[in-house]
């Protein structure tokens, strides 16, 4: 079992920046992915972001390349996305998950999912 407990989610207006933090307990993360995900009211769950544990590769969608950045601490157990330019479109919950299979960008492919927390972006 992995235990994944976001935080770092807020208010900001267009422009401004946040950094989501995703602290991970359980089993050892050297051979998970661990991914960032996001779902705006009506909407879907769709992908943000991923990072390979042990190599520290990383994906991302292509709306959030350049304004996203994804990493990890090992000594801390914790992934981060660093989410600069946030622009109104980016206001959803945010979920990290952790998955088995580095490249996946399918909700049914993670394994573990934490809370989530809210972000909101001002116009």
């Known amino acids: 079992q992995v235990q994944l407990v976001e935080s770092g989610g807020g208010l900001v207006q267009a422009g401004g920046s946040l950094r989501l933090s995703c602290a991970a307990s359980?089993?050892?993360?050297?051979?998970?992915?661990m991914g960032w995900f996001r779902q705006a009211p009506g909407k879907e769950r769709e992908f943000v972001a991923a990072?390979?544990?042990?190599?520290?590769?990383?994906f991302s969608t292509d709306s959030v390349k350049g304004r996203f950045t994804i990493s990890r601490d090992n000594a801390k157990n914790t992934v981060y996305l660093q989410m600069n330019s946030l622009k109104p479109e980016d206001t959803a919950v945010y979920y990290c998950?952790?998955?088995?299979?580095?490249?996946?960008?399918?909700?049914?492919?993670?394994?573990?999912w934490g809370q989530g927390t809210q972000v909101t972006v001002s116009s």
């Open positions: 998950a952790a998955s088995r299979t580095y490249g996946r960008t399918r909700v049914y492919d993670y394994d573990y």
């Open positions: 359980g089993r050892t993360l050297s051979s998970y992915t």
């Open positions: 990072i390979n544990w042990r190599t520290e590769r990383t």
